[in-house]
């Protein structure tokens, strides 16, 4: 009796001492998660709308030049905030979105959500890092196993990880082997394994000195010069796109070859988490809008999710057809993003789309303007 | 499989578990000898059968040894099967390419051009504690201190045992075998005790030990840009590494090992609370001076054959567990300089360091204890220079081309001071003890705690033990 309650004893003081614990840890720094994330939930009633996705939305799209524009196409006093983080997945850039909702904010009527593809496989061969870590809250870890139903197989360096005598077999192994991974993530996670030093270098360590920092933040509104980039690999990227011109060119050759494929969706994408998505973003008062960038993809299953009504609304600008203007390799950095020049005229571009959704829907662009609607325009 | 990975745990509930609820002994010893073959072919299983090969060669040599009582001669022969046999395999794996590729350049340097033989065996894991550990029982055999096994399951066990199988404590047969003729009880386990043991263990490796890992390693791999304060930290660092990791092994083995009814020798006794350098090192990694002690020093005639004679044993002696560190001069050297301060405090260094009063004594401990740890952890001698020349004279006036000076985090100092705090205080007022001693409630309570409180601290980056390697 005295030794059951001697457990007892145990898991309760464990409890409580760790959620004290995990409640102070800090996210992670890498790439500006942390201070682009954190400079919104503290400026939140100050944006209309938000941009969220990965590298190509933060060197690619400029608040003040999407704003400007949108103000010349007499919409004035529309501020737009870009939360486009480096390398930040699926399933990440979900969790920081939730994040953003949860703070309730009243102002925010957008969320441009860049190309959602939901693919839960953990590309790193060495899962523990403090990204993976700290978007595995128990909610995103789940979602993230159940879209694994959905992956296709991973290449063969992350199959040979998920090899094991103890589930040895069948499609499944990899399968198995990569919900193990994101259980193992989840668990450090939720018992903030680890995190110590991360609490300590936060409430002790001086000031916060994580790229980019607040003040650069605030004179872009989340946007950053990709020229600027401290990291050592956007350079070594730039200069093999430089050195080798003719592979951009046949980039967008395949995706011109591509773009007329409709992949089905009910083979191979997790609609469930999309519309999840959708219905999260429209339960916090926001209006969700997709869109593609242009980096030389097809983006094919976006067009299928489009053509089949599964998504709000689709901005594609990958299609060569409607912006042909965006895949000259003069306005790109390297393969996958634009340069300021191209981020320039992407958004300019962003807000003539978005000024014409407006106009097609009579939706008002901003939450005060909605007493003021007027009557919506005729459709083409 | 190390003791800080989940899947230990899991693993060795599984053996308490089957250990407990086999009610006979031999089923019982049995079950633990394949869990522990298990347990180190998680590792390499290839090497099973060095393992098996020491236990074989020591049976017959204990056996023939034993056979033979009267005839020296042959006591002799059958005890020089075992000495080959295990420093056969030492040699071979752990010391034939250093010596193969130290006489090459030697003979180079002599102007003879000679390419001898290079092995690039793998070290298997364990070799340096197992081989010493089996050797133990033919030597006591042989010194007519201990009867051979009354059957080869228990020798086997003795030898393969887990808890200890990879990084010690070096048990003795005489210590361990007589554990193995009765069935253990759980009655005699102090199970509260062994939980602190292992959970402290666990703290010295994982959150402490693994932490350190990288600052060292970036210090030691840029010898030539580090300043006089990153020296400094580093190496200290690196003496917190080497204790926390080793010692945090030996805890969790012995509380293993503890929690199925056997007992282990103690490893440590807070060794960086000596106040001279014989005492830390009869204090630092006990069963192997033990051994050398035993069976090296006292059959060199030990003290008994006059003063110099008894500070060369001593000298050698030290020379030699240096060795059996690792294959490298900077072993080599280190050995040296220790073995020579040890000496040189059984003569006149000893009675000048006395007069001192403890802080300066511990000071002057922890300075020799830190320089020649340079030497220890460096991967060449003239690394070992760069560093040890930037901790006493400064740092380079400049970072040589792509080599980056590596960063203090501002963690280092803090932790260590912490750390050594709670050790002098954990010592002093003896906490483990006080700990296991309170009520079941109040135990598990602090132990919530501070399990709540130790898991930020787990390491991202898990590490081999640094002992694995010797």
Redesign the interface.
Known sequence: M??A??????????????RM?VAK?PMPPESGLRTKTEFLLDHLEDYDAIWIGSSATLYGLRPKVFNAELAKLGRPGFRIYNLGVGGMGSFETVAVLRRILAAKPKRLAWVFYEEPAFDALLWYPDI?N?RYIHWHDMRTTMDAIDALQFSEKPPPYKQEQYTSPWWAGGDGEWRRGASREHLELGLRRE???????R???RY???PDTAWPTPEEIAAADGWMDIALDPAPGAKKAHDLYVANPKKWDKMVAHMIKLEPKRPDPGKGYDLDSLRQLIAEIRAAGAEPIMYTPQRGLPSTMMMSLSDRGELPALFPFHLSTEYPELIPREVHYDEGHLNSEGATLWSERFAQRFDQHLRETGLPARKQDSSAVAAPAKKD | MLFVEFRFLFFFAAILVVNWSIRRNTPRKVFLLISSYAFYAGWDWRFLGLIWFSTIVDWFAGAGIHRHIGNRAKQRAWLGLSLAGNLGLLGTFKYFDFFSQTAQEFLGWLGVGASLPVLNLVLPVGISFYTFQTLSYSLDIYFGKLKPARNFLDLALFVGFFPQLVAGPIVLAKEFLGQLDEKRTRSHVRVRWALVLFFVGFIKKSCLSDALSPFIESVYLAPDAVDSFAAWMGVLAFSGQLYFDFSGYTDMAIACAALLGYKLPKNFDAPYLSLSMGELWKRWHITLGRWFFEYVYVPLGGSRRGVARSMWNLWLVFVLSAIWHGAGMTYILWGVIHATFIVLERMSLGSWIKRLPALGRLLYVHFIWLVTLTIFRSHSIQGALDITKSMLFGGPAQVPDGVTAPLVPSWILPTLLGAFLVHVVWQKAELERRWAELSPEAFGAVLGVAVALAIPWISTNPAPYIYFAF
């Open positions: 005295r030794a309650l001697g457990v007892l004893a145990f898991l309760a003081a464990f409890l409580v001492v760790n614990v840890v523990v403090q018992f903030g394994v680890g995190q110590g030093p609490i300590f270098e002790f360590g001086g």
